[in-house]
Structure formats: C-alpha cells, structure tokens
T-cell receptor, first 115, second 113 residues
C-alpha cells in the first residue's frame, strides 16, 4: 500500500519557470491538500480539495493553482516561480472531510529551490 | 483566530531522559488536538490525538493530556531513545473541516546516546 506519493523529491527552478508537483494517493481519500513548510512557520495550507472537481484556497494560495480531476490525483502548479516559493511542499490526504478528529496522511515531501 | 504555540527547540537530551515539549493553544469551542512527528527526510505522521477535554492520547510511550483549563496539550515521554530524534508538531482542528487545521512551528528533539 503506497499511501501518499509525491514527485519529484527535489527540484531546482529559475525565477519565472513553471512546474507541477505531483501527488497521488491510493486510499480512496476524499480530502487532499497541499502544505508548505518553512523554518519557524510550521505548515501552512495552500489549497485543498474535498472531492473530485472541488477545490478551494487555503491560507497561502497566491502563485499556485490546483485541480482535482480524479479522486487519486491532486497536482500543484507553480505558474511563474519566485524565490519566495522556495520551501518544502507536502501533500496530505484524509478519508473523511469532516469527521471528528480524523488524521492526515502525508507524503514524503518535495524540496523546491527557486533561484 | 485559532493558534498553536510550541516551545522553541532544539531540545537536546541524553538517552533515557524524561521529555516534555510544551504546547498551548487558542481556539473557540472544543477543538481536537494532535501531535504529529516528522522523522528526517519524511512526511509528518500522526503520533497521538485527543478529541475532548481530559482525554489522554498515547502512542509509542508518548502521552499528552487535553487540558482545557490551561489550554495545553504537552507531550511527555518517560525515557527517550535515540530513535525519537525528530521534529514534533502540535496541531489543532476546530472540527469544522481540515481547511482550519492549525499547526505549531515544530520542536526539534535531538537525543544522544
């Protein structure tokens, strides 16, 4: 059982380049999300989805796009990379959107550097 | 808004020492509280949780008690091991959906032999 799979693990971009971070889960989870992790700031929610075809913004959505065409996949797109987007990105999923005390399953992360 | 405050690290201990990592929160209502752990090079994993006041979450020798009167959820372990070296995140969920899940800044624990 693979869980939540993120690719790539590492990426270096130049300012202005675009790219897509991939996330896939094989647990048939309704909820999927993207977080970024920055030193001294914990994890901050970028975008999330409560099911195929449904997405919404989190705390820090600017500069990122998402789509959810299938239950399994939730890619994160950087349209024009900026140095401020240098961070570690985590995809997370959960079985049930609103269940009390439900836990998140995290991928192993993508370390992105924008030069 | 809701927030979580954790003690700054790193916390450096010798093997078999007692561990406490402080976590306090600010929230309206009755949130669920979590501790997640991140081992080097990996994503976060749920360590334990508590969903109502006075509940004690426990796992792998770690414990935390939901204290509403002090708005705290401190993580404790009686005897740490080198393999416990990781970053620990306290988090709260106001139970209105994951879009409101709030993480603390994380506390790095380093355990030496």
């Amino acid at each position: 059982n693979a869980g939540v799979t993120q690719t790539p693990k590492f990426q270096v971009l130049k300012t202005g380049q675009s790219m897509t971070l991939q996330c896939a889960q094989d647990m048939n989870h309704e909820y999927m999300s993207w977080y970024r992790q920055d030193p001294g700031m914990g994890l901050r929610l970028i975008h999330y989805s409560v099911g195929a075809g449904i997405t919404d913004q989190g705390e820090v959505p600017n500069g990122y796009n998402v789509s959810r065409s299938t239950t399994e996949d939730f890619p994160l797109r950087l349209l024009s990379a900026a140095p401020s987007q240098t961070s570690v990105y985590f995809c997370a999923s959960s079985r049930n959107v609103d269940r009390f005390g439900e836990k998140l399953f995290f991928g192993s992360g993508t370390q992105l550097s924008v030069l | 808004g809701d927030s979580v405050t954790q003690m700054e690290g790193p916390v450096t201990l010798s093997e078999e020492a007692f561990l406490t990592i402080n976590c306090t929160y600010t929230a309206t209502g009755y949130p669920s509280l979590f501790w997640y752990v991140q081992y080097p090079g990996e994503g976060l994993q749920l360590l334990l949780k508590a969903t109502k006041a006075d509940d004690k979450g426990s796992n792998k020798g770690f414990e935390a008690t939901y204290r509403k009167e002090t708005t705290s959820f401190h993580l404790e372990k009686g005897s740490v091991q080198v393999s416990d070296s990781a970053v620990y995140f306290c988090a709260l969920s106001p139970n209105t959906g994951f879009q409101k899940l709030v993480f603390g800044t994380g506390t790095r624990l380093l355990v030496s032999p």
